[in-house]
């Protein structure tokens, strides 16, 4: 009677080992998305507008690679990679999901731009090539605001936080 039982248990556990998990809630798939990911969700609190993309862009990094998902940006994570039928719509729901976080997290008429590209890559290409490059204007003036900024009546604590954030800004800047 053990014997039976014992039996029984080890072929359901086979059987159960050989049943294919979907990579969409496998912990250790590229594609894994938790239960609780929402297309509507804001993964940073500051849209994107036409003059913060070096903040915005590192704050969505940030939470893209929090969430694992930061493959699906920098080009390491492919549709190719998807062999299976079940890999090819987790690829696409990974990938309708990611670009509804960047297009939540974008000013309206930044997301108009880039609705109808087709894989979040090429919509963090497009959004990179336009608002990455070199703004001579911006450098000068953050130039210009690190050499008069004075303490006044802040404390130390304030000024230093002013200071940093522009010299961060700067270096962002600058090729």
Same mark, same amino acid.
């Given at each position: ?8 248990v080890?072929?359901a556990?086979?059987s159960?080992?050989?049943r294919?998990l =979907? ?5 250790? #798939?590229h594609?894994? !998305?938790?239960?609780?990911e929402?297309l509507? /969700?804001?993964? &940073? ?8 993309y070096?903040n915005?862009?590192?704050a969505m990094?940030?939470?893209l690679?929090?969430k694992s ?10 549709a ?11 690829w =696409?729901?990974n990938n309708?999901?990611? #670009?509804?976080?960047? !297009?939540?997290?974008?000013?309206p008429?930044? /997301?108009?731009? &880039? ?9 963090w ?7 990455s490059q070199?703004n001579?204007p ?5 130039q ?10 802040a ?11 522009s ?5 962002? !800047?600058?090729?």
């Amino acid at each position: 009677m053990a014997n039976q039982d014992q039996a029984s248990v080890s072929s359901a556990s086979q059987s159960t080992d050989h049943r294919e998990l =979907s990579p969409m809630m496998d912990l250790r #798939s590229h594609f894994f !998305l938790h239960h609780g990911e929402s297309l509507g /969700a804001i993964l &940073v609190t500051q849209l994107l507008t036409e003059d913060n993309y070096p903040n915005w862009a590192r704050a969505m990094l940030m939470a893209l690679d929090a969430k694992s998902k930061l493959g699906f940006v920098d080009g390491s994570i492919t549709a190719s990679m998807a062999v299976t039928p079940l890999e090819k719509i987790a690829w =696409s729901k990974n990938n309708s999901m990611i #670009s509804s976080w960047i !297009l939540n997290s974008v000013s309206p008429h930044i /997301a108009a731009s &880039v609705i109808y590209r087709n894989t979040v890559m090429e919509v963090w290409n497009s959004l990179r090539n336009r608002f990455s490059q070199a703004n001579g204007p911006r450098i000068s003036q953050l130039q210009k605001l690190i050499s008069t900024i004075m303490q006044g009546d802040a404390t130390v604590t304030t000024y230093f936080t002013n200071l940093q954030a522009s010299w961060d800004q700067l270096l962002n !800047l600058r090729p």
